[in-house]
């Protein structure tokens, strides 16, 4: 038995009967319901505000908090509770890291170009995942964070990847359309189809305003044989002009990824979107 399932199973037997804890699943779950309280506008926290995001009892919560410590996913300090370093080396393993090592270095020339807001990400159930984002010089509305997902169909990023998607994955889409962000957000499919039949035969995906009033976008997918394994963005003010001029440098700039993606092998580790 590892040192970690040693842990959880010593922290289920001392939880003791009647404590609802008496299954290892039970405690994992709970776990991640702690863990899933930190974010980046929220890195450390208090004993209380860990309780009353994660709805668990303060007697729970500080038990599950002493496991993860003593494993050393959470560390404590003075001020309260934060990630652990053991978390942030579990987190360079999954392969989504290679790719975005891969591009880091063509978003930042990107960047560099135009001074806009960058984004990379993935599809994951119908959602975009944001790997990286570069924030823009001057305009930064994007809602989007890195580690964060929001609804494929109403972004560029993610209809560039829908549109290179499994026609299981647009099915999916249909079975649970999300809440529409703003009043120009995508709810029909066939229009959802309608425009990914465009960007198929454009190479590229535009959004205006569909995500957040006021904030366009242009997206490119990264392509590896025939599927979008991810794609990049830049958003901007819709109010400075269709985009189109950015079509071009995305385009490089994914090609440039393409390659070094192959280059190092990531593409054979990351499921092409769904």
């Known amino acids: 038995m590892d040192e970690d399932m040693?842990?959880?199973?010593?922290?289920?037997?001392?939880?003791?009967?009647?404590?609802?804890?008496?299954?290892?699943?039970?405690?994992?779950?709970?776990?991640?319901?702690?863990?899933?309280?930190?974010?980046?506008?929220?890195?450390?926290?208090?004993?209380?505000?860990?309780?009353?995001?994660?709805?668990?009892?303060?007697s729970t919560a500080h038990r599950v908090l002493a496991?993860?410590?003593?494993?050393?996913?959470?560390?404590?300090?003075s001020d309260g509770y934060r990630m652990g370093l053991r978390m942030f080396s579990l987190g360079a393993l999954p392969p989504e890291v290679a790719l975005r090592d891969a591009a880091l270095v063509h978003l930042e020339e990107l960047h560099r170009v135009t001074g806009q807001t960058l984004h990379?990400?993935?599809?994951?159930?119908?959602?975009?995942?944001?790997?990286?984002?570069l924030r823009g010089r001057r305009y930064?509305?994007?809602?989007?964070?890195?580690?964060?997902?929001?609804?494929?169909?109403?972004?560029?990023i993610g209809k560039a990847m829908l549109a290179f998607s499994t026609e299981r994955t647009l099915a999916e889409l249909s079975t649970a359309p999300?809440?529409?962000?703003?009043?120009?957000?995508?709810?029909?499919?066939?229009?959802?189809?309608?425009?990914?039949?465009?960007?198929?035969?454009d190479g590229y995906a535009v959004d205006r305003e569909?995500?957040?009033?006021?904030?366009?976008?242009?997206?490119?997918?990264?392509?590896?044989?025939?599927?979008?394994?991810?794609?990049?963005?830049?958003?901007f003010a819709a109010a400075a002009g269709s985009?189109?001029?950015?079509v071009d440098p995305l385009r490089r700039t994914a090609a440039a990824i393409f390659r070094s993606i192959t280059a190092s092998s990531a593409a054979h580790l990351i499921p092409a979107g769904g």
């Open 120 to 133: 990379l990400a993935i599809l994951r159930e119908g959602d975009a995942v944001y790997l990286e984002k």
């Open 140 to 156: 930064d509305r994007s809602p989007a964070l890195v580690g964060g997902r929001l609804p494929a169909r109403c972004t560029a």
């Open 243 to 246: 985009g189109t001029v950015l």
């Open 67 to 77: 496991m993860l410590v003593e494993v050393g996913a959470v560390e404590q300090h």
């Open 6 to 58: 040693g842990v959880a199973v010593r922290t289920v037997a001392e939880a003791g009967p009647g404590t609802g804890e008496t299954l290892a699943p039970s405690v994992l779950w709970k776990a991640f319901r702690v863990l899933g309280v930190f974010s980046h506008s929220r890195r450390v926290l208090t004993l209380a505000q860990i309780v009353r995001r994660s709805g668990l009892p303060k």
């Open 178 to 201: 999300p809440a529409p962000r703003t009043a120009r957000s995508l709810t029909s499919m066939v229009a959802l189809r309608r425009q990914l039949a465009a960007v198929r035969v």
């Open 210 to 235: 569909e995500a957040v009033d006021g904030l366009a976008c242009v997206a490119v997918p990264v392509l590896v044989a025939g599927r979008a394994v991810a794609a990049v963005s830049i958003a």
